[in-house]
């Protein structure tokens, strides 16, 4: 079975057993998670930055989801209508050019007492990580000269930080790989509760699930669930 099928599923399956009242995914891309959040009968809806906005528009119309086009590291979470009580990053927080906890702290304000900050990413120090070090090989993609026009990424913050050249980071390539333990004390700082936080491994290769069984962290997946 496809890795990313595999990972969208148990996604899914993490997030439907919160049994949540209100669902907000947060950068949720091609919508995987909040159509099939939908489609098990899941109250949800999205937030989507600016610079993916044609394409929040076109499959959140046409699958009938309510959604908010808004800067969620930068804008205040006072935005909402909604009284979310489950918010979910899913596969997000790696990109992000900004300090997370700008939006743990959002997010955290937002939720009702009791409520659930799903979490999941790559993990830093999985096995594919370790092996490309290993080798002297880089774990994020090409630093390029000139920007490309077509990335949205790339025009987006040009004009957000006002200046005329691309960063080196802004090829929508991972800006920050995190470690399980350092995202439980971001979360934990910002008051939030760990009510449950794991290495998963999504990978069917004997050598991804033989490192795996061998040692936890060297699987390629961080899934945490923080509680207000």
Known sequence: MDVEKIRLDNTFNDLKELNAKCYCDLGPG????????KNAGKNVIFVESEWNEYLAKEWGTKEDIKYYI??????DFGFFEEEVDCFSLVHCIAHFHLPPQLLFEQVYKKLPKGGYFYISTVNGSSLSRVMK???GQPITGLVTKEADPNNFTNVYLSRMLGIDRHM???????????????????LIAENFKIHKSIWRNN??????????????????????????
């Open 133 to 135: 070090l290993f080798r």
């Open 70 to 75: 808004k800067d969620f590291l930068l804008d």
């Open 203 to 228: 990978f069917t290769h004997w050598k991804q699930r033989l490192a795996s069984a061998y040692r936890k962290s060297l699987s390629e997946e961080i899934v945490i669930i923080a509680q207000k």
């Open 30 to 37: 091609y919508g995987e998670i909040p159509i099939a959040l």
């Open 168 to 186: 080196t980071v802004s090829d929508w390539m991972h800006v920050k790989e995190y470690t399980k333990p350092e995202l439980e004390q971001m």
